[in-house]
């Protein structure tokens, strides 16, 4: 909405709920699928969320993909 002012404001109805944030889950669906075909893959796993944090989705389809062929 535009104030006379010319201000722009949101309705208290449409903003984003604050509070804590919704807990993640530890762990990928692509994880999960790594972990239940090789079971000796966890320490490598964790080095892997460790070395890249944020971005180790990515390398964990790589390597899902490459279990898979």
């Not at 404001?9 to 972990?35: I, N």
């Not at 964790?46 to 390398?59: D, E, M, N, V, Y």
């Amino acid at each position: 909405m535009i104030e006379p002012t010319g201000r722009k404001y949101r309705l208290p109805e449409h903003r984003y709920p604050r509070g804590p944030a919704s807990p993640r889950s530890d762990s990928t669906p692509e994880e999960k699928l790594l972990r239940e075909r090789l079971l000796e893959v966890g320490e490598y796993l964790q080095a892997l969320k460790k070395r890249s944090p944020g971005r180790s989705t990515l390398a964990l389809r790589r390597l899902l993909q490459l279990v898979n062929d």
